[in-house]
């Protein structure tokens, strides 16, 4: 987001911040203010009634691309699985995602050559013990790209491991393993996943569409081990 604002060939387009929390959008707001940028907050949770933030959608101007980047994560396997919060990790991972998708291009809310970007999981191309939910939401995101409708460049990004608020309840040893399985030493793996996401979002990747971009290193370079 903050690479965007910064890259003159976005000069001059409105952004819209959405998420479920009013206060950290406007806050978010006020940093692109800072950075000589328009934002407006939209308040949208895929975990509730998406309706009430579809009624958003009209008062949108048509949109030169979105970024999807929603997650949640309920790791558990399949037999211990509850069924109310497997829903969950489904509506906010994919089906929610899907909606919006055709929502926007029902209404007419994409511009002619809008770019959109799903944020995808290694989780979802290789499955992971324990995360059944949420390799089945991610994995499905593969299959929504051939659905994009016309004139919308869709692609999924594969994004580095980093610190998250989806990984606060890893003990402190399972932090380490899962941070060691990195091929490459990466100082700033979120710096690197908004270089790939800007890459992707931009004019210079104009023939890039469908496809599912790994900016992961050793996850979907060598798999899980």
Request: with cysteine.
């Amino acid at each position: 987001m903050r690479r965007l604002w910064a890259d003159p060939a976005w000069a001059g387009v409105a952004f819209y911040l959405a998420g479920r929390d009013l206060r950290t959008l406007e806050e978010l707001c006020a940093q692109a203010a800072a950075a000589g940028c328009v934002a407006y907050p939209w308040v949208l949770d895929l975990a509730g009634d998406l309706k009430e933030g579809e009624a958003g959608l009209p008062k949108l101007p048509p949109l030169k691309g979105f970024v999807f980047a929603a997650g949640a994560i309920q790791d558990q396997t399949l037999a211990l699985m509850d069924e109310a919060a497997f829903d969950q990790v489904i509506k906010v991972n994919l089906s929610g995602h899907a909606r919006l998708i055709k929502a926007l291009h029902g209404q007419g809310r994409l511009a002619e050559g809008a770019r959109g970007l799903l944020i995808g999981s290694s989780s979802g191309l290789r499955g992971q013990k324990g995360q059944t939910a949420y390799a089945a939401a991610k994995g499905g995101l593969v299959d929504l790209l051939p659905m994009a409708p016309p004139g919308l460049r869709l692609n999924i990004l594969l994004p580095p491991l980093m610190p998250s608020p989806l990984l606060d309840a890893l003990s402190p040893e399972a932090r380490v393993e899962l941070f060691s399985a990195r091929l490459m030493d990466d100082p700033d793996p979120a710096a690197s996943c908004a270089e790939a996401a800007h890459f992707l979002l931009s004019d210079g990747a104009s023939y890039i569409h469908r496809q599912v971009v790994h900016a992961d290193s050793r996850v979907t370079a060598l798999g899980w081990e």
